[in-house]
């Protein structure tokens, strides 16, 4: 759908985005994840023929830009960080006359909103202008907004920012659902966000792709050994410490807290790539501890953010 490739952009001396080879797949639901400044909404306005690359192509589907800009751009819609709403309009006048720069015929229009009222949850606010609303309805608002033509491919640049937890979901879900027909590409700093939403992450830092996978293959890929919690009853902390080094000398045994006084709790940190849980199962099972708790803990998104990112 989507291929980019040796994408660059200066801004005089400043690499924004630097030499990125990018495809993205029809109907994927992508999220470009980097910390502010990584280049995220450069690639983005790339992306959508805002700006103009120094160096690089970007083709969608059988076009190329900029020969190709307003092609491309009438497959896409586009939504900025900041909503671009006239405050002084009544949400329906105001999404009507988006329909009729976007060249829609006025008798498609009405059918059109009520069907963008009903995707984004707009029926309670159509008639209040646009000023009265809080952020996280100005976003349903611009949503509605690049959606109007009923475009191919969405792109959202940071959707959520600035909203409280329960519009964050609000948006996550209707993305979720327009995901379902639709090539989304939308970048965020949240990663729950990306992880709940997402097919894909593509991690960025300081311009650089560092990470483009699935969530689930990122944290296999970073994986390194395993963090196992064991909590166990009636069992003596030296004894059991004393047993995991006879399992693996090379395991690091660490106590932890643990609220239930009846039991012990470790965090357990194996530097092998062999799984040693069903070796500690084993040697568990020939002694008379109780087992309450026995997993192995993957490694989060944030944390793997923080180490592709930290050092780019």
């Known amino acids: 759908m ?8 200066y801004y005089n001396d400043f690499c924004a985005v630097d030499h990125i080879d990018l495809q993205i797949h ?13 280049g995220k909404t450069t690639m983005l306005r790339m992306l959508t023929g805002f700006f103009e690359p120094t160096i690089g192509r970007i083709k969608v589907k059988d076009l190329e830009m900029p020969g190709d800009s307003l092609k491309i751009k009438s497959m896409m819609g586009y939504l900025p960080e900041s909503a671009p709403l006239y405050h002084n309009m009544i949400v329906y006048d105001y999404l009507a006359y988006v329909g009729r720069i976007k060249n829609l015929a006025e008798a498609q229009i009405p059918g059109r909103l009520k069907e963008l009222s009903d995707i984004c949850g707009l029926a309670e606010i159509m008639h209040k202008p646009v000023s009265d609303l809080s952020r996280g309805l100005r976003q349903r608002v611009g949503l509605s907004h690049a959606l109007m033509t009923d475009p191919e491919i969405l792109v959202l640049d940071e959707p ?14 209707i993305i979720k659902t327009i995901g379902k027909q639709k090539t989304i590409v939308f970048s965020t700093h ?11 992450v593509v991690i960025i830092g300081r311009g650089k ?9 990122l944290k296999t890929r970073m994986a390194k050994g395993a963090d196992i919690t064991l909590a166990l009853a009636h069992a003596d902390p030296k004894e059991v410490t004393d047993l995991l080094h006879r399992v693996d000398p090379s395991l ?5 807290n643990q609220a239930d006084p009846e039991a012990v709790s470790f965090q357990i940190k194996s530097l092998n790539d062999k799984d040693v849980m069903k070796d500690i199962y ?14 192995r803990d993957s490694d989060s998104l944030e944390h793997i953010f923080h180490e592709l990112t930290k050092e780019v």
């Open 26 to 38: 029809a109907g994927e639901i992508t999220g470009i994840l980097g910390p502010n400044g990584a």
């Open 282 to 295: 084993l040697a568990i099972k020939e002694t008379d501890w109780v087992i309450t708790e026995f997993k």
């Open 160 to 173: 959520t920012s600035g909203l409280d937890p329960n519009q964050i979901a609000e948006i996550r879900e």
């Open 209 to 217: 792709i560092v990470a483009d996978d699935t969530t689930s293959n």
């Open 2 to 9: 989507i291929e980019v490739e040796n994408l660059t952009k």
């Open 252 to 256: 690091t045994v660490r106590r932890k």
């Open 190 to 200: 949240i990663l729950s966000e990306a992880e709940a939403t997402c097919d894909r």
